[in-house]
């Protein structure tokens, strides 16, 4: 049984941080690529960030230079470190990956910046 789980969420002003965790279970953490995304109301989701199986990352545009995506194989758990947040990136977070040709999803996490 797969089990994705975010957590860090929350309340903070523009230009403050915040970091998001997802621990994985039922799952063999180290081969997998993690993805974070998110979701605005009335918006396609949105790939934030990617950490691939040799630690290799990719970013969206709008996040480059602030967000920090980062894993740790020994607790199955991915990491998003998000800096000098902006209004802009208030949204529900997702964790992501795919195992074994199925896709799976975390409940999310919300994250909402004030100005």
């Known amino acids: 049984h797969v089990q994705l789980v975010e957590s860090g969420g929350g309340l903070v002003q523009a230009g403050g941080s915040l970091r998001l965790s997802c621990q994985a279970s039922g799952i063999s953490f180290s081969m997998i690529a993690m993805y974070w995304y998110r979701q605005t109301a009335g918006k396609q989701r949105e790939l934030v960030a990617a950490?691939?199986?040799?630690?290799?990352?990719n970013y969206a545009e709008s996040v480059k230079g602030r967000f920090t995506i980062s894993r740790d194989n020994a607790k199955s758990t991915v990491y998003l470190q998000m800096n000098s947040l902006e209004p802009d990136d208030t949204a529900v977070y997702y964790c992501n990956t795919n195992w074994l040709n199925k896709n799976y999803w975390g409940r999310g996490t919300l994250v909402t910046v004030s100005s």
């Open positions: 950490i691939r199986i040799g630690g290799d990352k």
